[in-house]
């Protein structure tokens, strides 16, 4: 999958040419039922970009999406809100999300109305079934999010991505804003609706320990790529990919409820820029291993193990 963007242009008398941004850059991901898949990096790596792409909120620029064996990239409107349906996405912030006029019972039931479910009292009691379900009271209904704190927001949140009982849902950032025990909360939440409703997950976070509570495996992703991909238990316990070394090093072993927010990774050096990056490995400028041909020629994601893939030339020189 890639997604490139056109930045810049136009200028004085249009002179400056547009350059392309590749935020998501041949990017090869699958998810199974059930699972759940965290997907890390430091922001701007392309994270919510690929989460976007795979709900079709955005367009990709190349490559191929598929749901439930079915090939949706080129599905018309109508055909795509059908699929839409087994797939939601609950997003950072549920204050910007959610529409600051609207009762939490219109926010509900909207994805219904939208899918042609007249409002009515079968609807409402869908509605109150389901705010019931993630914690939130009957009385709920008729109150505004503003009078509901950050962790309510989300639970109002989810409660309208689950309305439809999609089967795919896409978490980007969706307790980033919270504080850790508010966060517990509803990582905890999103763990039991998986249970009850069999709910696949897309777990986008830049905070590690809490992709390592929720997920079954993980992609790590720098500048627009997917250097490495496996079982948390690989990922976290013996990450190949000096990126992923990098990142899971800078996660407090001793405190595993300090939460690595807002501190830097222990990675030298700033990510370089999507505009322009490194030749060959996009990770070379920063990277404590790097060999003359980490400049000249990009690393493939190859497996190293079963499930488990690395995109660098230290693990891709054969063994012997
Ligand atoms: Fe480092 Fe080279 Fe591996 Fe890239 S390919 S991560 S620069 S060793
Ligand atoms: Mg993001």
């Given amino acids: 999958l890639e997604k490139h963007f056109e930045v810049g242009g136009g200028g004085f008398f249009g002179l400056t040419p547009a350059v392309k941004?590749?935020?998501?850059?041949?990017?090869s991901l699958s998810i199974m039922p059930?699972?759940?898949?965290?997907?890390?990096?430091e922001s701007g790596c392309g994270k919510s970009t690929l989460g976007r792409l795979l709900l079709r909120l955005i367009e990709p620029s190349a490559g191929k999406i598929r749901f439930d064996g079915q090939d949706i990239t080129t599905l018309g409107r109508g055909a795509m809100r059908a699929v839409r349906r087994g797939m939601q996405i609950v997003f950072?912030?549920?204050?910007?999300?959610?529409?600051p006029r609207m009762t939490v019972e219109d926010i509900v039931a909207e994805p219904l109305v939208i899918h042609g479910k007249p409002s009515g009292e079968a609807t409402r009691r869908e509605v109150r079934a389901m705010l019931d379900r993630?914690?939130?009271?009957?009385?709920?209904?008729?109150r505004f999010p503003h009078e509901f704190s950050g962790g309510q927001r989300q639970r109002i949140g989810i409660a309208r991505a689950l309305i439809l009982k999609p089967r795919l849902i896409v978490?980007?950032?969706?307790?980033?804003?919270?504080?850790v025990s508010v966060q517990a909360q509803i990582v905890n939440l999103l763990q039991d609706l998986q249970r009850e409703m069999g709910l696949t997950y897309l777990f986008i976070a830049h905070d590690l320990s809490v992709v390592r509570h929720i997920s079954d495996r993980v992609a790590v992703m720098y500048l627009g790529r997917v250097v490495e991909v496996a079982a948390k238990q690989a990922i976290y316990g013996a990450p190949l990919h000096p990126y992923t070394k990098g990142l899971i090093a800078a996660v407090p072993a001793s405190h595993p409820s300090l939460r690595s927010r807002g501190r830097r990774v222990r990675i030298a050096g700033d990510i370089p820029s999507a505009i322009n990056p490194p030749s060959g490995c996009r990770f070379h400028t920063r990277c404590p291993h790097v060999m003359p041909v980490c400049r000249e020629r990009a690393p493939a994601l190859l497996e190293t193990a079963p499930g488990h893939q690395v995109a660098c030339h230290l693990t891709e020189i054969p063994p012997g």
């Fill in 21 to 27: 941004l590749r935020a998501v850059d041949d990017v």
């Fill in 34 to 41: 059930g699972e759940t898949l965290g997907l890390v990096g």
């Fill in 92 to 99: 950072q912030d549920p204050y910007g999300a959610l529409n």
């Fill in 134 to 142: 993630v914690g939130l009271p009957a009385r709920a209904m008729e």
């Fill in 171 to 179: 978490c980007d950032e969706a307790v980033s804003a919270l504080d």
